[in-house]
């Protein structure tokens, strides 16, 4: 079983700058995928970023390609994810998850197996 909670989350202007951070427990975090979903008020949870555990290797949705950065830091059972020149539009609930999971299917919400409780991100115009 692993745990998961999201903190960084706030209220910043366009343009401006946060950092999401994801610590999960569990003594395997190194083995799995983790990623960063988000959801808008009347929308899909959307894929954002993965980074895999084996090869360090990052995927980003086209939206936020260029401004955002996803990490993962194993000695801490830590993922975070920076997001630069934030936009109106990447006002969300930003979720953290894990799974054990095949390449090419990072973006696939229903393959990850752990979900933290959400953390709310609001850009003022």
């Known amino acids: 079983q692993v745990q998961l909670v999201e903190s960084g989350g706030g209220l910043v202007q366009t343009g401006g700058s946060l950092r999401l951070s994801c610590a999960a427990s569990g003594r395997t975090f190194s083995s799995y995928v983790m990623g960063w979903f988000r959801q808008a008020p009347g929308k899909e949870r959307e894929f954002v970023a993965a980074?895999?555990?084996?090869?360090?290797?990052?995927f980003y949705a086209d939206s936020v390609k260029g401004r955002f950065t996803i990490s993962r830091d194993n000695a801490k059972n830590t993922v975070y994810l920076q997001m630069n020149n934030l936009k109106p539009e990447d006002t969300a609930v930003y979720y953290c998850?894990?799974?054990?999971?095949?390449?090419?299917?990072?973006?696939?919400?229903?393959?990850?197996?752990?979900w933290g409780q959400g953390t709310q991100v609001t850009v003022s115009s």
């Open positions: 980074i895999r555990g084996s090869d360090g290797n990052t």
């Open positions: 998850a894990a799974g054990v999971i095949p390449y090419g299917y990072h973006a696939s919400a229903y393959r990850y197996d752990y």
